[in-house]
Nanobody, 125 residues
């Protein structure tokens, strides 16, 4: 079971990025996937999750209306579209899977038991 993030980089404030999470070792269609981020000097923060059925739950108020999660089961991929980026969005972004088809609470890290290695996003002019 493996998750691999990609798509991070340097972007100017107001810009957009799309992160990808490639899933291998299991069939994505049976699992929920969430996105977290960790800013420098801060704890890991849950952002948004998509369930097996496509239900989306956004936890962080700071990203509501700006970040969108989607999935392509045929490609075993989950995406995080990030628009109107701000400097405070800087951090390492991780995708993570809870053990099942439903999203776990995003205010907790431990229910997500499979993690990618993370991809760096830097928002700066």
């Amino acid at each position: 079971l493996q998750l691999v993030e990609s798509g991070g980089g340097l972007v100017q404030p107001g810009g957009s990025l799309r992160l990808s999470c490639a899933v291998s070792g299991f069939t994505l269609e049976g699992n929920a996937i969430g996105w977290f981020r960790q800013a420098p000097g801060k704890e890991r923060e849950g952002l948004i999750c998509i369930s097996k059925s496509g239900d989306r739950s956004a936890y962080a108020d700071s990203v509501k209306g700006r970040f969108t999660i989607s999935r392509d089961n045929a490609k075993n991929m989950v995406y995080l579209q990030m628009d109107s980026l701000k400097p405070e969005d800087t951090g390492i972004y991780y995708c993570a899977a809870p053990p099942g088809p439903r999203c776990a609470r995003l205010d907790l890290v431990w229910p997500y038991d499979t993690w990618g290695q993370g991809t760096q996003v830097t928002v700066s002019s």
